[in-house]
């Protein structure tokens, strides 16, 4: 009861509850990855999570300034202009204000919900948004929509948040705190931590990518259903439902049709036959090569699902922008199990 009252509160003050899913790489007795699973967001999850946002920000509610502090910046301009102008083709409206207050952003997804672009709007504003990072000015946290915010829940695997706890600590007792507190300093060190952090990111991302690949690499030939979630001038990238894993549907691979790239709508049009993929379509693919070394996966298109449409009777709406072209868990079966955390916003 109390993790359901610590979100609705959340969702009133205009948090946005999004998440990327975990991963969850299941290996063999040779130590080789033969799955790669989403894991699901439990309500055990959900009772940790509340718990460590909350402890987050009484921490740093209770240090004030000068501190490290977890800040996440407003969406970007350009970005979010962007996510306006697709809503806008759809025919929805995203209301001023979305850069400066979180909740009409959680209200217009919210609405969204209820309808059939769902899946296609869903997409687009974790692409708005800027990445968190540390920071010695408290310029608040956008995503949680909270004005003080550290990281303090994970000191035996972030050194930010052991940090945070010598900075509690001697607040208590009390003490000289355990490093400069002049803002130049602060911000330093603020940035030295973001830096390896996004280091830190990039490496796990990339030990996933080479799983995913490898596991994929075993199943050439089969047959997958997945969504688009993401379009290009030279294709359009599938992430897969059965395995947590994504590859690319190129153009080329797609000789029926010469097809144009409507990027304010994120889609692609057949000329001749007017055929459609865009954002959020549900498509069915199989994987047609693997390359290991440069981690790619090219998928080719088996048949559509719910999104391959026709459009008719579309003259001018895609002219601006266009452009024409021809966490985790690891499992180790009959081995050993060990779990990486989640990461946190």
Known sequence: DLTVLLRERRGERGSLLMSIPEAEVVLDERGWPVDVRRVDHLLSHQIIEEFMIAANEAVGDFLGEPSLFRV?????PVKLAALRDF????????????????????EFLTEVQATPYAAMVQ????????QAC???????????????YTHFTSPIRRYPDLLVHRLLAA????????????????????RYLSQRERRAIEAEREMLARMQVRCLAHRLGEVFTGRITGVTAFGFFVALDEIYADGLVRLVDLPDDYYKF??????????????VFQLGDSVTVTVARVDVKRRHVSLELVGEGEGATEVFCQQGSTEKGEGSVSRRKTKRRGGDTFRKKPGEE
Do not use: C
């Open 262 to 275: 409507d990027e304010a709508r994120q889609r692609l049009i057949g000329r001749r036959h007017r055929r």
């Open 171 to 190: 607040r208590l007792e009390n003490k000289k705190p355990p490093l400069s507190l002049a803002a130049d300093d602060l911000e330093e060190t603020a």
């Open 87 to 106: 809503v806008r083709s759809l025919g929805l409206a995203l209301p001023p204000g979305a850069n400066r207050d979180p909740r009409v952003l959680r």
């Open 72 to 76: 996440h910046d407003r969406p970007d």
């Open 123 to 130: 997409l687009m504003p974790l692409r708005s948004l800027k």
């Open 134 to 148: 540390y920071s010695g000015e408290n310029r608040g946290h956008y995503g949680l929509a909270v004005q003080f």
